[in-house]
């Protein structure tokens, strides 16, 4: 990580790839190339009518779109709220980020690529990129970290079934960071690859990208709204990890008055290394990592900070730059819900609704909860929580908590 540029300077000095002083491109040379042509590959898409029909088809046949935004009436009738779910965790995979990665892999192949790298932390992205790879005959290569690997057996073993290869990142604290650290180095002397970066964060274009393809979300959600509630919602909440599904559901809802609210991992406290909340706990400031300026949990010396979330997805110790723009402009509101929340909202639903959120998504729902039992939402608000994924992954985490719990009472 470099030193945080002068955010009144950048602020003044905006181009593509900056959300007011956020953003940007802090990549060596030797990867400019790279995004550049990416980011001319992306522009082609999105003008191109025939790779727009492509897209929808796959989203349509493959992936299952459109999600349903599901009225939960039980809880919502429990809670005082009309609240709605946009349903991603319906999605082919069992999360948003397949939109992602599919779109990426229609942008790779039209580029004339024959080879995917991830990188993946929990292994949730790498499924998808895998997915995504194998339904295009296109070559995965994963990166991942060793101890994440170790952590994560099952979307190893999932990953390979679908044709990929996993590379051990042995580097640093062999997590997430250093998958990402190490799937780009690989990319740069590999002219045949492109880099397929799975949330709304790094050097541009992949923000932007990103985004765009998790747009659908919030497309989507807010015509249903329209046409199954009559009117827009009060709130829409989502978690935020990297940020692509949180802003993916705002996008569809920033020119209208809706109150947006992203929720981070508040983990186990507000003191470093207790949580991964870039707003709202202790250590997050301006910085630069992954090769975009954005908040990001460091040291008073500006090394980054090790983090803490009952939810590998959310574990991250930056954040998409969109995001911290929007926070910047008070356009949304950025919280925390801590793991034990978290824990209580996904037994909440799954015993009210039937649903097994994951413990990402469970997250947005535990803010809703508390702050509507403290009396800090209005009585009858109509909200959007974006449920961005399923809790099937996570039922080893939390048995595993509620055997302690029982253990400990
Ligand atoms: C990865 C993941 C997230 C966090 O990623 P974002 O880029 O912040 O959306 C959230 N929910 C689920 C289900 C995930 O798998």
């Not at 995004?35 to 897209?55: K, Q, T």
């Not at 009396?375 to 908590?401: E, F, Q, W, Y």
């Amino acid at each position: 990580m470099s030193s945080s540029p002068d955010p009144v300077f950048l602020h003044d000095a905006p181009g593509p790839g900056w959300f007011g002083p956020w953003g940007g491109r802090f990549a060596p040379e030797t990867l400019v190339a790279n995004l550049e042509e990416l980011e001319a590959a992306w522009h082609d898409f999105r003008s191109d009518p025939a790779a727009r029909e492509e897209w929808d088809a796959v989203l349509r046949d493959f992936a299952g779109r459109p999600t349903p935004l599901f009225p939960a009436r039980r809880l919502g009738a429990e809670l005082g709220v009309e609240l709605w779910l946009k349903r991603e965790d319906l999605l082919h995979t069992g999360a948003h980020k397949l939109n992602n990665a599919l779109g990426q892999a229609l942008i790779a192949r039209r580029m004339g690529k024959t080879r995917i790298l991830a990188e993946t932390g929990a292994g949730q992205h790498g499924v998808a990129t895998a997915t995504a790879c194998a339904l295009l005959g296109l070559e995965c290569v994963v990166y991942m970290g060793a101890v994440d690997a170790a952590r994560q057996a099952p979307n190893v073993e999932r990953m390979e079934l679908l044709g990929a290869r996993i590379e051990l990142v042995e580097d640093g604290q062999t997590t997430l960071k250093d998958a990402v650290n190490a799937a780009l180095r690989a990319w740069v002397g590999d002219p045949e690859a492109h880099y397929l970066l799975g949330s709304a964060l790094g050097p541009h274009p992949f923000p932007t990208i990103v985004a765009g393809l998790q747009e659908v979300i919030g497309r989507e959600a807010r015509a249903q709204v329209l046409d199954q509630a009559g009117a827009l919602p009060d709130l829409a909440v989502a978690c935020v990890g990297g940020g692509s599904n949180a802003i993916g559901l705002f996008r569809g809802f920033l020119d209208d008055p809706v109150e947006l609210v992203g929720v981070e991992a508040g983990g186990t406290g507000t003191s470093p290394g207790l949580h991964a909340a870039r707003f709202s706990g202790e250590g997050g400031a301006p910085g630069v990592l992954h090769g975009c300026h954005t908040r990001v949990l460091q040291d008073a010396a500006g090394q980054v900070l090790p983090t803490h979330s009952i939810s590998a997805g959310l574990d991250y110790p930056a954040v998409g730059p969109e995001h911290a723009e929007l926070a910047r402009t008070g356009r949304a509101r950025y919280v925390a819900a801590g793991d034990d929340e978290a824990l209580d909202a996904f037994l909440r639903l799954t015993r009210t609704e039937g649903i097994l959120p994951a413990l990402e998504s469970s997250h947005a729902l535990a803010w809703v909860l508390r702050e509507r039992t403290a009396g800090r939402l209005a009585d009858g608000l109509r909200i959007v929580v974006n449920l961005s994924g399923r809790g099937d992954k996570d039922l080893h985490t939390v048995l595993a908590r509620l055997r302690r719990g029982e253990e400990e009472s």
